[in-house]
């Protein structure tokens, strides 16, 4: 990686951070860019280089956290609701709870659920669109995302491993 490739990411984290520090203490829409910027320690031209609105930082991470999910796929999590692929997805909201938690509280939570079930489709690959069996997808993913955000609500004190279990069992 070059070193602007480098920096550019760099920035971009700064931001990212920034945006979810402050929808610690407010909702987004209540937060200027002024001062993400300011949080982040970054020019103007800096955020809009990378980002088109505040809620485009939301959906730029979103979507390279599931790259990066993609992306470490192993060929025993071809199966959407195998064990292995239920623990990983366990494991990235643990990852990623200070996000996902955040994003949940400032009542984005919506935005994360639809760019999940976006991604499980994909995954899932072609689903009959005339079908009811396409409404499977939709009710697994809500389960998991509802039990995950509980689980970190609670401090996420059982493992991932034990959580993928439960859910297992839940769905028979």
């Known amino acids: ?3 602007r490739t480098a920096a550019n990411l760099a920035v971009k984290k700064k931001i990212t951070d920034a945006v979810f520090k402050l929808m610690g203490d407010k909702d987004i829409a ?3 860019v002024t001062e993400i910027i300011g949080e982040a320690g970054v020019a103007r031209a800096s955020f809009y280089r990378n980002y088109s609105s505040k809620e485009d930082v939301l959906l730029v991470h ?3 956290i599931l790259q990066r999910f993609l992306d470490g796929r192993s060929p025993e999590e071809v199966d959407h609701r195998s064990y292995e692929h239920i623990v990983r997805c366990f494991r990235f909201f643990k ?7 955040g994003m949940y509280r400032s009542n984005y939570a919506t935005v994360l659920l ?4 976006v991604f499980h489709m994909a995954i899932a690959g072609n689903m009959p669109t005339s079908s009811i069996e396409r409404y499977s997808i939709f009710t697994y993913i809500g389960a998991l995302f509802n039990t995950a955000i509980a689980w970190l609500n609670g401090g996420a004190t059982e493992s991932a491993e034990e959580m993928a279990h439960f859910f297992l069992q839940t769905l028979k």
Do not use: P
């Open 95 to 101: 990852e990623y709870d200070v996000y996902a938690l």
């Open 114 to 117: 639809e760019e999940l079930n």
């Open 62 to 64: 979103i979507h390279d």
């Open 1 to 3: 990686m070059d070193k």
């Open 30 to 32: 209540d937060i200027s």
